[in-house]
């Protein structure tokens, strides 16, 4: 006997895709994802197994067994009545479960499913379960605008502060160079996440279950893994580079700088091309975007150990300022240095993605709806609020900004004429970017002196 219409399965997997398309890059929608995965993959295994057994099943005077798209009917006589269970598929749409449906075999065949379609006997189209659809639905569609928006400002305020550290020659120190690089790593980042985006859920094929991802899905997800990845290293970096400023008594920042380099791009390079090579030995299917498997680790592992570190290198740190800003006599005002303390708290905590360290090692079904605001649309605005403390609020910058600005007048840039300057005079900025340029040549307890001011600059 024919097959009845294929709709239901069809509906099922339009719908399974639209909520893949809109839970977007996070942990716990991959979890979800791939236990939808599972299910399309339970229904096409059961249906190769009920063809087969069509095939080699004798003649009855009864109906045969028969393969619906969802559920797999047995041979049975004329008169009778089969009760199945809704397919588990539905569990991922509907609250309801325990429900059944039922086919009679009449001397016509197999009857219609009762007590109606798959969609209205299984909960999918109970005014509750839709009501609760829409809200995820509305829930995850504010989830990735908020992070498309806040990835989208992160992209062009990094971009126009990777610009001034890298136009302007009297910004360039250490300090500056660790701070593009890590503006370097969110630029990356964030576009990682629009081309992810883009490779799963734009590109018109169901990658995320199909049992031989394309290429360029996999290349997709392995760059998205690694920019994140060198994304939190750089974090590192600067924990790093700040503790050993206050810790260091002396030390070759150019011998250093070359160790933060191969921290923050090698090392994730390395732990990348490990669980690449890993993936396709022994689990080489679907886009590799599931998480549910011992093989994550090798990502996961080394992305929370650099954050367990940098919170305690920020303990530290918080620690030395304490000392530091400790006033030497007990009768002074104690609110002055307190307030310093704490805007230096705040003003460390997005660099040193202190924020990270609140969901770091909690379960990954912890609390999904909060992690993925917190992950997704707190952390995608993480870039814009690094490149405006460090980079347009720094006091250096602006300096130098006010500088190159009063130059461009003088020179008739903007259309004024050029007036005469004496050559002793010079403009109120120029101490301060002299300042900047003096590093390479101070002595190392200077430079760390200074370095350090500049990065507490803002209180």
């Known amino acids: 006997m024919r097959a009845p219409s294929p709709s239901p399965a069809r509906r099922l997997c339009a719908l399974a895709a639209a909520l893949a398309c809109v ?9 979800g994802l791939q236990q939808e995965c599972d299910y399309l993959q339970l229904i096409e295994v059961q249906q190769q197994q009920c063809l087969e057994e069509a095939q080699q099943e004798n003649e009855t005077a009864g109906c045969g067994q028969m393969w619906d798209n969802l559920t797999c009917w047995p041979a049975t006589p004329r008169g009778q009545v089969v009760v199945v269970a ?5 569990k991922l749409f509907s609250p309801i479960q325990g429900r059944n449906v039922s086919r009679s075999c009449t001397d016509q065949g197999w009857t219609q499913l009762q007590p109606g379609p798959y969609p209205t006997a299984c909960g999918l189209d109970d005014a509750a379960a839709s009501v609760d659809e829409q809200q995820q639905t509305l829930f995850y569609n504010s989830v990735k605008t908020g992070y498309t928006i806040g990835y989208s400002l992160s992209l062009a305020t990094l971009l126009a502060a990777t610009a001034i550290l890298s136009l302007f020659r009297k910004l360039h120190c250490t300090r500056n160079y ?44 392995v760059f998205f893994q690694y920019c994140v990845m060198a994304n939190f290293f750089w974090l590192l970096v600067e924990g790093l580079y700040l503790h ?11 011998k250093y700088f070359r160790g933060y380099i191969v921290i923050g791009w090698g090392v994730p390079g390395t732990f990348i ?25 090798v990502i996961k592992a080394p992305i929370l150990t650099s954050i ?7 303990i530290c740190i918080i620690r030395i300022l304490v000392q530091k800003l400790r006033p030497p006599d007990t009768g002074k005002n104690q609110s002055s240095p307190y307030s310093r303390l704490a805007k230096s708290t705040l003003l460390l905590i997005p660099l040193f993605g202190v924020h990270y360290i609140m969901f770091a090692f909690f379960p990954d079904n912890f609390k999904a709806e909060v992690k993925l605001v917190f992950e997704l649309v707190v952390g995608s605005f993480q870039g814009c609020v690094v490149a405006v403390l460090y980079c347009f609020l720094n006091g250096e910058v602006q300096a130098e900004l006010r500088r ?8 008739g840039v903007l259309g004024w004429s050029a007036k005469p300057q004496p050559p002793w005079s010079g403009s109120s900025g120029a101490t301060c970017s002299t300042q900047v340029s003096m590093l390479t040549r101070a002595s190392p307890s200077t430079r760390r002196s200074s370095s350090f001011q500049a990065e507490v600059s803002l209180v």
């Open 23 to 31: 839970l977007g890059p996070a942990g716990s929608r991959v979890a």
């Open 86 to 90: 809704c397919p588990l598929i539905f």
């Open 178 to 221: 660790i701070h593009i690089h890590l503006f370097v790593s969110f630029m990356l980042r964030a576009a990682a996440v629009f081309i992810k985006d883009l490779a799963l859920f734009h590109s018109g094929e169901p990658d995320s279950c199909s049992q031989e991802g394309s290429v360029g899905c996999k290349a997709a997800v």
């Open 244 to 254: 050993t400023l206050l810790a260091v008594s002396f030390f070759s920042e150019r």
């Open 273 to 297: 091309i490990m669980w690449t090579a890993i993936r396709v030995h022994f689990e080489d299917y679907g886009c590799w975007d599931t998480i549910n498997s011992p093989l994550w680790w």
């Open 308 to 314: 367990l570190v940098n919170f305690v290198l920020f």
């Open 404 to 411: 190159k600005w009063r130059r461009w007048r003088l020179q």
